[in-house]
């Protein structure tokens, strides 16, 4: 299967006594080479159901299916073997080290997989240079933009080719340029790489970037329909 599926995810926090539901039924459905953006207020649980499509987190009851497998039935040492190669994440902040150039920290991520030296190279150079940032190559995140630090920080979760690429609020702490670059670079990514993207975020315009957009209201997920205009509604 080539979709990234979560069927009735629930997800409770807090004792029996103050237990909160985040999470009810929430189901989900991304095609490869499709995108996703979830919406809803701060503290709905959007982040808390990305951790679990993205095998941080665990659910208390649902299943999730990422391309056929189901990542919760493998051991401790395979999840984390399929997590860094099938899954790429983008957060709010880049999470570059500052001791690192760009390259070596798109690299980072091939060290762990254990990757052919020579082939990540070249693929990593390949992506520094399709999100236009081979002037800065050699460049430690002190001495870039955030929009630089952030168009780095893609780069370095698709370096192992992921299936699926999670994106927490990747242009909230952008301006308004730099967030519509990475919007734009992120739907083009998707397509060229098809990769399935799913993007949580409180932007309306990153979401219209999206192929569709869901929105997470009590716990569960409902989908926003679109005008002709391109609007939400």
Do not use: W
């Amino acid at each position: 299967m080539d979709s990234v599926v979560a069927t009735q995810i629930c997800k409770r926090y807090g004792s029996a006594a103050n237990a909160r539901d985040v999470l009810k039924n929430a189901n989900l459905r991304v095609d490869a080479g499709k995108s996703l953006a979830i919406m809803g207020p701060s503290g709905s649980g959007k982040s808390t159901l990305l951790n679990i499509v993205g095998t941080l987190d665990t659910a208390d009851s649902g299943t999730v299916d990422l391309f056929g497998t189901n990542p919760f039935s493998l051991t401790e040492k395979d999840l984390a073997a399929f997590r860094n190669k099938s899954i790429g994440f983008i957060f709010q902040s880049h999470h570059l080290l500052p001791q690192c150039s760009v390259l070596e920290n798109v690299l980072l991520p091939t060290i762990v997989a254990k990757s052919n030296s020579r082939e990540a190279l070249d693929r990593a150079k390949h992506l520094i240079e399709r999100v236009g940032l081979t002037h800065r190559i050699n460049a430690r995140p002190a001495m870039l933009s955030g929009g630089e630090c952030q168009r780095a920080a893609v780069v370095r979760a698709l370096i192992n080719g992921p299936r699926l690429l999670l994106a927490d609020e990747p242009t909230g702490s952008l301006d308004r340029v730099s967030a519509d670059a990475i919007g734009a670079l992120l739907a083009e990514i998707v397509r060229e790489e098809n990769t399935a993207l799913i993007a949580v975020t409180h932007s309306p315009e990153l979401a219209l970037r999206m192929d569709a957009t869901l929105e997470l209201r009590d716990g569960a997920l409902v989908a926003i329909e679109r005008t002709s205009a391109g609007t939400a509604s």
